[in-house]
């Protein structure tokens, strides 16, 4: 048995793809602003907490790091005789043109 596509069938099928691909499109500019939001609020919450974890694993590091320095400073030894110039020579210059 062979089947013809009448017309009202054509006009009908072509009826419901040109609504369905419009209706598509309405939901699309509606509904992508809501989405893109979402996602982006998405991606900075994991940035936040991303940040977050670094400047608490850095301050767990500055904090051991404080608790392991010791500082000692070496005292001068007594014998030894300041003669009061601050160190170096002198040198003359000319300035250059």
Do not use: C, W
Not at 2 to 10: E, I, K, P, S, T
Not at 22 to 27: A, G, I, K, V
Not at 59 to 84: A, F, R
């Amino acid at each position: 048995m062979v089947y013809q596509a009448d017309l009202v069938g054509v006009l009908r099928t072509l009826l419901i793809i040109v609504l369905v691909y419009y209706t598509f499109r309405m939901l699309i500019r509606v509904a992508l602003p809501f989405i893109l939001k979402f996602f982006a609020k998405r991606v900075q919450k994991n940035f936040e907490n991303q940040y977050k974890r670094q400047q608490g694993f850095q301050e767990e590091n500055i904090k051991s790091e404080k608790d392991e320095i010791k500082v000692t400073i070496p005292n001068k030894p007594k014998d030894q005789k300041h003669d009061g110039s601050k160190g170096g020579e002198y040198i003359d210059f000319e300035e250059v043109e």
